[in-house]
């Protein structure tokens, strides 16, 4: 019988005022727009021919009126008209231009964001144990996805509008007279900070109801498949109740959104009507100052056509495109949520690298307490009763025939496999049960099949962290001798496309990924059985340079050879120590040591 909802797996994320959310999402969006200079190149050439639209409008009626008609030359004055009217013609083809470009960075986006989602649903599936399923997963491939899509395509579409068109409705005030500007700008830069001001608080509203969402969902999910347990075990009213309180929270989230969003109008409202006030006002100063009535009524053109319209779909976009688009981006590119758990007592699981007492020793990075691992009641253990203590800082190679129990030994130490009996610690901490991030932080597992993804070089290595920059990179692609590779995929830039790289490859990018892991346990499965003996000895070294502790399933005798120790699994007895040591003490290393040189061992 499964175990009714007693509440929520996932903890509401915390509000913060999006300056973090704007650190983690900056490097990537940076990267995104990187790869498509060509893309941003066309739509700043339309944006162009807008921008001169925007100055013909408003210099047009200017001079029709000053030239023109109050010129008592009618003929003229229609002239300068009709070039104004052609500037608002030409509003169509641009538009069109822009649309049409528009394309090759929204689709490419969702693309991403898709295949972002699904990886992190698929790695807190894989790696999260029992109930390690993210229930969040619906929202962020279908609302989410969309939200993000639809409000970068309004962010672009508008603040491309905006620059473009304040550009060219500010040249065309400064060429009418100087003046207009110094009337019209501190209005506007009034208006807009007070906007600006709103956005912070904005995106932590919009947060806060989207974790109120998502923890609702999670809830009515939970509750509905566990409908039968809730009968049987008299729990629905706790459950009802609870969900009440989810309802409620999502109101509440809602209105303060709702009330941000008021403020907003409120400073949307100031800045779309200040300018135009105080150029009114500002009206006999201007005359006094050799502004002409065709200069006024230019400004106000420019005003009323162009600048102001821009100004206020900015700020609706900004105020609420861009808030859905920033903490939508965080939740699904930034890092795999961390579920609630039962904080470790200080004394059975202190912290990486933390204090410890006086004389006591010294918490090693691997521990196996005994540990037991049957597939099945009936069946024999794979590992029995295993003692099993790694340094911290060691590098300790895993021998043994195939099917001994090698991949399961790493699995339990990863955490994605739970012992029969007995204990499994990383750093002091029992890793069985524990929610995926926190698994991640502890260590990294790089199994034979070696997973690389459709995107850049550098997406790719910097998978395990995403804050890594160009100098990480380079370092990283130096130490694993990934430069020829690199070079030939056109640079950290350059795109991946998993079919056309070689089994070897792929291992090498894993392995350069996992460099740059700030995990300090590094376990590789066989990671490096498709390099060659020269290629594996400079990863294996180049690893274990790396700060950390290293554990390597080797399949040839220079991966024991350069290990600190070397641990053989026999199906009988394990042997722990130095390759000579392990040499002396283990028929079964002496049996593989001849296999690995071509030739039998003759040693007794």
Avoid at 26 to 48: C, E, I, T
Avoid at 59 to 75: C, S
Avoid at 226 to 245: M, S, V
Avoid at 440 to 453: D, G, M, N
Wanted: proline share 7%; with cysteine.
């Amino acid at each position: 019988m499964t175990s009714a909802p007693a509440g929520d797996r996932h903890a509401p994320a915390p509000a913060d005022d999006g300056a973090g959310a704007l650190r983690r999402v900056v490097p990537p969006a940076r990267r995104f727009l990187a790869r498509r200079k060509g893309v941003l190149a066309r739509l700043g050439l339309w944006s162009l021919v807008e921008s001169a639209q925007a100055f013909l409008v408003g210099f047009a009626v200017a001079h029709a009126v000053d030239e023109g008609f109050l010129a008592a030359d009618t003929r003229r004055g229609l002239l300068w008209l009709a070039v104004a009217l052609v500037a608002v013609l030409s509003g169509a083809p641009v538009v069109r231009g822009v649309f049409a470009q528009l394309a090759g960075l929204t689709e490419p986006l969702r693309d991403g964001l898709v295949r972002r989602a699904v990886d992190r649903s698929m790695a807190l599936a894989a790696l999260g144990g029992p109930g390690g399923t993210d229930r969040a997963a619906v929202s962020r491939l279908t609302n989410q996805v969309e939200i993000a899509r639809d409000s970068f395509a309004g962010l672009v579409l508008t603040l491309r509008s905006f620059v473009f068109t304040a550009a060219g409705a500010l040249i065309g005030l400064l060429s009418l007279h100087p003046a207009l500007l110094v009337v019209v700008l501190p209005p506007l830069a009034v208006g807009l900070a007070l906007f600006l001001a709103t956005l912070r608080p904005m995106a932590a509203a919009q947060r806060r109801a989207l974790a109120a969402d998502e923890a609702l969902g999670d809830h009515a999910t939970r509750s509905r498949a566990a409908l039968r347990d809730l009968t049987a075990c008299g729990t629905g009213p706790e459950t009802e109740r609870r969900g009440a309180e989810l309802v409620a929270e999502a109101a509440a989230t809602a209105r303060v959104l709702a009330r941000w969003a008021a403020v907003r109008t409120t400073a949307l409202g100031v800045a779309g009507n200040l300018p135009v006030l105080a150029l009114l006002v500002a009206v006999p100063w201007l005359r006094g100052r050799g502004v002409t009535a065709g200069a006024l009524l230019g400004a106000f053109t420019y005003l009323v056509q162009s600048l102001l319209p821009a100004l206020h779909t900015l700020m609706t976009a900004l105020g609420a495109a861009g808030a859905r688009l920033l903490v939508v981006l965080d939740r699904i590119l930034g890092p795999v949520p961390v579920r609630e758990a039962a904080p470790a007592s200080p004394a059975r699981a202190p912290a990486p690298g933390g204090p410890r007492a006086p004389g006591a020793r010294p918490v090693p990075a691997v521990e196996l307490r005994s540990v037991t691992l049957a597939y099945g009641v009936r069946a024999e253990p794979v590992l029995d009763s295993l003692d099993l203590r790694v340094a911290r800082g060691e590098h300790l190679a895993v021998v043994g025939p195939s099917g001994i129990g090698k991949s399961t030994l790493t699995r339990l130490v990863a955490g994605t496999l739970a012992p029969s009996a007995g204990e499994v610690r990383v750093a002091g901490q029992a890793v069985t049960g524990r929610a995926a991030a926190e698994l991640a932080a502890l260590r990294t597992l790089v199994p034979q099949e070696a997973y690389v993804f459709t995107g850049t070089v550098g997406d790719n290595l910097a998978y395990l962290r995403p804050d890594a920059d160009r100098a990480d990179l380079d370092a990283a692609v130096r130490e694993l001798g990934l430069r020829p590779l690199v070079e030939r995929l056109g640079g950290l830039d350059g795109p991946v496309r998993p079919a056309e790289l070689t089994h070897a490859e792929r291992q090498l990018v894993a392995l350069a990924r996992a460099y740059l892991s700030p995990a300090p346990l590094l376990l590789l499965d066989e990671a490096t059985c498709h390099l060659d003996p020269a290629a594996e000895a400079h990863a294996e070294e180049a690893l274990a340079r790396r700060p950390g502790t290293l554990v390597v399933v080797a399949h040839r005798l220079s991966s024991a050879v350069r290990a600190d120790r070397v641990l053989v699994l026999d199906g009988v007895a394990a042997v722990c120590g130095t390759h000579e040591e392990v040499l002396d003490r283990s028929p079964l290393y002496r049996d593989l040591t001849g296999h690995w040189h071509g030739e039998p061992s003759r040693r007794p």
